[in-house]
């Protein structure tokens, strides 16, 4: 198992499916978790969560949520960060 972490930064509100609500412009922690497939004659792993930290519906709480990752980076898309294309790239593989 592997974990890579990845800031995205939203110049706009923007909601995603699934979370019930707006979130506001601002930079978001998109955690990655993946297994090796084993069995293989080289490394390859696959992708078996995707969570994003986003403030809570309690004052000063953070609350980490599952988010589909194509969703994401469509959301990035919308918003027209230009410094988004990385985190799109790393974020839709």
């Known amino acids: 198992m ?10 706009m ?3 995603l499916e699934g979370l019930g609500r707006s979130l506001p ?11 090796l497939i084993e069995g ?10 995707t969570m994003m930290l986003v403030p809570g519906q309690a004052s000063r709480s953070v609350e980490m949520v599952t ?4 969703e994401l980076a469509a959301a990035l898309d919308r918003d ?3 410094d988004g294309i990385d985190e799109r790239a790393a974020i839709a593989r």
């Open 2 to 11: 592997r974990t890579s972490r990845k800031l995205v930064t939203f110049k």
């Open 13 to 15: 509100p923007f909601s």
């Open 25 to 35: 412009a601002g930079s978001y922690e998109v955690i990655t978790d993946e297994e």
């Open 40 to 49: 293989l004659s080289f490394s390859v792993y696959r992708r078996i969560a």
């Open 67 to 70: 988010v589909d990752p194509l």
């Open 80 to 82: 027209g960060s230009p």
